[in-house]
């Protein structure tokens, strides 16, 4: 088998068709999750075998190998990342390979107490930790689960082992969660958290996802300013990046925006995705994949994994069209893509 020098620098860059520059490897590490938000994922749900996984070796060699195309960033994700076996293993795996720069984790948080110093100590440093609300029923409504107190344990633990800044995001829907947007913003402001809300995106079980349901940026902008403090853009805001961030104007830090439906981002975006099963998607929303297990199992060398991925970002797709009659949501839910 050919093995690539992954230690030297990326010569390559993951360019594709619109110009878009791909630095950004999201990898799900499994579809099973010990909650179940509605927004999300069924209630009752068939998981993939655990064979089907891949393993943390099979994804050390696809991100040494991603590493030479032009991947730096690194984000791992699920269903529930922490259900995975011995995570921090994966962390550290990861974040010791030459040209990796930047490794996050994004999660429920329920587990996240007990493991946040290991996972610090193997090499994280960037940490997304989902709550949609600080109240008890609405969160059992909304994960069909106990466990509000644990998410909270879970954020201050990551604070404690060193992580700064925390992120939460709130996935915000109309009818649902405007009663939270206020107190969210407060507990952010109390203790230094970085606060976003996601407008909700059609990835959910059951096609429960309309228009009229989405909590628009707008609209949590209007709830922030009447209920704690007016805000004005962030000048130092991106206005490329996914979360476009505001300033309260009485000095208390700052709230992100992530309004993937009423402002798409999709033409600036430099993401590409794996999931826990292998399957390579150039796209949130991609209707189609590359089957990377298939071609690791079967003995493929590094140029052909390389190549696999260069043809998936120059295939990719302008952008997604939920706001069009052409939309067409993809069969896989956000749990098994890894969002
Ligand atoms: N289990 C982890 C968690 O919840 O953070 C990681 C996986 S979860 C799929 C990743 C992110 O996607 C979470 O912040 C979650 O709130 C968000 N999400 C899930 N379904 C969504 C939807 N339909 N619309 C918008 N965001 C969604
Ligand atoms: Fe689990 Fe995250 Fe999906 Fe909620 S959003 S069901 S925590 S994977």
């Given at each position: 088998m050919m093995v690539m020098n992954t230690?030297?620098?990326?010569?390559?860059?993951?360019?594709?068709?619109?110009?878009?520059?791909?630095?950004?490897?999201?990898?799900?590490?499994?579809?099973?999750?010990?909650?179940?938000?509605?927004?999300?994922?069924?209630?009752?749900?068939?998981?993939?075998?655990?064979?089907?996984?891949l393993s943390y070796e099979e994804i050390e060699r696809f991100v040494r190998v991603a590493v030479t195309q032009g991947i730096d960033k690194i984000r791992l994700t699920g269903g529930e990342p922490l259900v995975r076996k011995d995570l921090p293993r994966l962390v550290e795996i990861i974040a010791k390979i030459p040209g990796i720069k930047d490794v996050g984790l994004t999660t429920n948080g329920i587990l996240l107490a007990p493991m946040a110093k290991a996972l610090w100590d193997a090499g994280l440093r960037r940490i997304n930790i989902s709550l949609d609300t600080l109240d008890p029923q609405r969160f059992l409504e909304l994960t069909r689960r106990t466990g509000v107190e644990q998410v909270i344990e879970g954020i201050h633990a990551a604070k404690a082992a060193g992580f700064d800044p925390?992120?939460?995001?709130?996935?915000?829907?109309?009818?649902?969660?405007?009663?939270?947007?206020?107190?969210?913003?407060?507990?952010?402001?109390?203790?230094?958290?970085?606060l976003r809300f996601i407008e909700y995106m059609p990835l959910d079980a059951g096609d429960q996802w309309e228009r009229g349901k989405v909590l628009f940026a707008a609209e949590i902008l209007d709830l922030l300013s009447q209920g704690i403090s007016p805000l004005l853009p962030?000048?130092?805001s991106d206005?490329?990046?996914?979360?476009?961030?505001?300033?309260?104007?009485?000095?208390?830090?700052?709230?992100?925006?992530?309004?993937?439906?009423?402002?798409?981002?999709?033409?600036?975006?430099?993401?590409?995705?794996?999931?826990?099963?292998?399957?390579?998607?150039?796209?949130?929303?991609?209707?189609?994949?590359?089957?990377?297990?298939?071609?690791?199992?079967?003995g493929s060398d590094d140029e052909t994994l390389a190549k696999a991925l260069?043809?998936?970002?120059?295939?990719?797709?302008?952008?997604?069209?939920?706001?069009?009659?052409?939309?067409?949501k993809p069969d896989r839910l956000m749990h098994s893509i890894g969002g």
């Amino acid at each position: 088998m050919m093995v690539m020098n992954t230690s030297t620098a990326a010569v390559n860059r993951l360019i594709d068709r619109f110009g878009r520059v791909h630095n950004n490897l999201r990898i799900s590490v499994t579809d099973r999750c010990n909650i179940r938000c509605v927004y999300c994922m069924p209630e009752n749900v068939e998981f993939l075998p655990k064979q089907s996984l891949l393993s943390y070796e099979e994804i050390e060699r696809f991100v040494r190998v991603a590493v030479t195309q032009g991947i730096d960033k690194i984000r791992l994700t699920g269903g529930e990342p922490l259900v995975r076996k011995d995570l921090p293993r994966l962390v550290e795996i990861i974040a010791k390979i030459p040209g990796i720069k930047d490794v996050g984790l994004t999660t429920n948080g329920i587990l996240l107490a007990p493991m946040a110093k290991a996972l610090w100590d193997a090499g994280l440093r960037r940490i997304n930790i989902s709550l949609d609300t600080l109240d008890p029923q609405r969160f059992l409504e909304l994960t069909r689960r106990t466990g509000v107190e644990q998410v909270i344990e879970g954020i201050h633990a990551a604070k404690a082992a060193g992580f700064d800044p925390v992120k939460i995001n709130a996935v915000a829907i109309k009818g649902v969660t405007e009663a939270d947007v206020v107190p969210l913003a407060k507990f952010s402001r109390e203790y230094g958290l970085e606060l976003r809300f996601i407008e909700y995106m059609p990835l959910d079980a059951g096609d429960q996802w309309e228009r009229g349901k989405v909590l628009f940026a707008a609209e949590i902008l209007d709830l922030l300013s009447q209920g704690i403090s007016p805000l004005l853009p962030d000048p130092k805001s991106d206005p490329r990046a996914p979360a476009q961030d505001y300033d309260y104007i009485d000095g208390g830090g700052r709230v992100g925006l992530i309004a993937s439906v009423s402002r798409p981002f999709c033409m600036s975006c430099n993401r590409v995705r794996l999931t826990a099963d292998g399957k390579l998607r150039n796209c949130l929303f991609a209707l189609n994949e590359t089957d990377i297990r298939d071609l690791i199992r079967g003995g493929s060398d590094d140029e052909t994994l390389a190549k696999a991925l260069r043809d998936s970002v120059a295939d990719k797709w302008e952008g997604h069209e939920i706001n069009t009659a052409r939309f067409i949501k993809p069969d896989r839910l956000m749990h098994s893509i890894g969002g």
